[in-house]
T-cell receptor, first 117, second 113 residues
Framework: AQSVTQLDSHVSVSEGTPVLLRCNYSSSYSPSLFWYVQHPNKGLQLLLKYTSAATLVKGINGFEAEFKKSETSFHLTKPSAHMSDAAEYFCVVSDLGTGTGFQKLVFGTGTRLLVSP | KAGVTQTPRYLIKTRGQQVTLSCSPISGHRSVSWYQQTPGQGLQFLFEYFSETQRNKGNFPGRFSGRQFSNSRSEMNVSTLELGDSALYLC????????????FGPGTRLTVT
């Protein structure tokens, strides 16, 4: 079964400084990986996805992530944090069915990003 | 294109009652998945429907059920509510079977008292 581990439950940064949210995955085959963001009392928004194309993936709002198979990692980064980035971030792996197109998302436990002025 | 919509947004029920939540996927999307989000268990997969058929189900008791209509709208039902069913219930829709992204609605916040 696929799984993801988010290494930090909370990350605090100052506005304008870089952001690093860490994620390791476990997969028995080449995985599809995602980062979703959830603002308070909101649903989940897709930030970016990796689906076996380029290993460096660019997403919305200046976020990017690099797929490193040798390290089984998919860390999320942003060069300069903004106050509006404060939210909960989920690293997600897709668990595919067998030829049916079925897809179940397996979520990490989330990392809460705090951004101070 | 309108996003995924869920109704109602908030719901308060009493233990022992039943509840029905509704989800309208993005136009053209035929796959609808349901997830439960709680502080203790995080986000967990409930079930997925495609073309009115349940394709898979997570590890939830039989009190949790769902269905999908011919227009791809989906409902989930929870019978005999327990306090532990209090959660944010999220619905997500997906387009073509080769597409990997799921698009989430805002959720229904269910409180069981």
């Amino acid at each position: 079964a696929q799984s993801v581990t988010q290494l930090d439950s909370h990350v605090s940064v100052s506005e304008g400084t870089p952001v690093l949210l860490r994620c390791n995955y476990s997969s028995s085959y080449s995985p599809s990986l995602f980062w979703y963001v959830q603002h308070p009392n909101k649903g989940l928004q897709l930030l970016l996805k990796y689906t076996s194309a380029a290993t460096l993936v660019k997403g919305i709002n200046g976020f990017e992530a690099e797929f490193k198979k040798s390290e089984t990692s998919f860390h999320l980064t942003k060069p300069s944090a903004h106050m509006s980035d404060a939210a909960e971030y989920f690293c997600v792996v897709s668990d595919l069915g067998t030829g049916t197109g079925f897809q179940k998302l397996v979520f990490g436990t989330g990392t809460r990003l705090l951004v101070s002025p | 294109k309108a996003g995924v919509t869920q109704t109602p947004r908030y719901l308060i029920k009493t233990r022992g009652q039943q509840v029905t939540l509704s989800c309208s996927p993005i136009s053209g999307h035929r796959s609808v998945s349901w997830y439960q989000q709680t502080p203790g268990q995080g986000l967990q997969f409930l079930f997925e429907y495609f073309s009115e058929t349940q394709r898979n189900k997570g590890n939830f008791p039989g009190r949790f059920s769902g269905r999908q209509f011919s227009n791809s709208r989906s409902e989930m039902n929870v019978s005999t509510l327990e306090l532990g069913d209090s959660a944010l219930y999220l619905c997500a829709s997906k387009g073509q079977t080769s597409s990997y992204e799921q698009y989430f609605g805002p959720g229904t916040r269910l409180t069981v008292t």
